[in-house]
């Protein structure tokens, strides 16, 4: 079974640009959980989408979003690029059964986000 | 609101010798706790999950976790390192239901010496 894509798995930006990164989940899952790393914060929740619906969301400003397709691919996108943004930004996949903490998560390789 | 401190953000160890890994985790309810492995420039790969069953949880490559309450620990342990272990390790917590998503430590850098 294939794993979790992120594509691309590289960006670079300039401050002001907006991004959208995507994701798709093993196939099955109906839950994506999308996460931000950086060596300050380390790793972040941003949200959950699952059935193509937001059901969690960590404590970022609305300039993160997202959204899920019904084949339950995800996109993410970030408008008004700052450069605290920059970023690995990693998407994982579950079934979906219990919320984005619970269930078992199989993370994506990553989309390494530079903002200039 | 939960949280996890990973003690020391690198650890050193020879090739054979145990590895410990600490985590410890603070939470007003039962969580499900985990523990993760990221190799350079890849994603997050689970090692094992704890979610009550059983205290001691056996994971993937020879890695075993023991969940002790009344330390609020959930410290990973492997018999004897491999070369191949070299890699950013991170305990996770979550509480039950899952609502907030994962709670990272800031991870642990394992090195290995031959």
Redesign the interface.
Known sequence: KAG?TQTPRYLIKTRGQQVTLSCSPISGHRSV?W?QQTPGQ????LF?YFSETQR?K?NFPGRFSGRQFSNSRSEMNVSTLELGDSALY?C?SSLGV?????????????TRLTVL | AQSVTQLGSHVSVSEGALVLLRCNYSSSVPPYLFWYVQYPNQGLQLLLKYTSAATLVKGINGFEAEFKKSETSFHLTKPSAHMSDAAEYFCAVSLSGGADGLTFGKGTHLIIQP
């Open positions: 979790v959980s996460y380390g790793l972040q929740f959950e969690n960590g990693l994982a219990q919320g984005a903490g619970t269930d078992t998560q199989y993370f994506g390789p990553g």
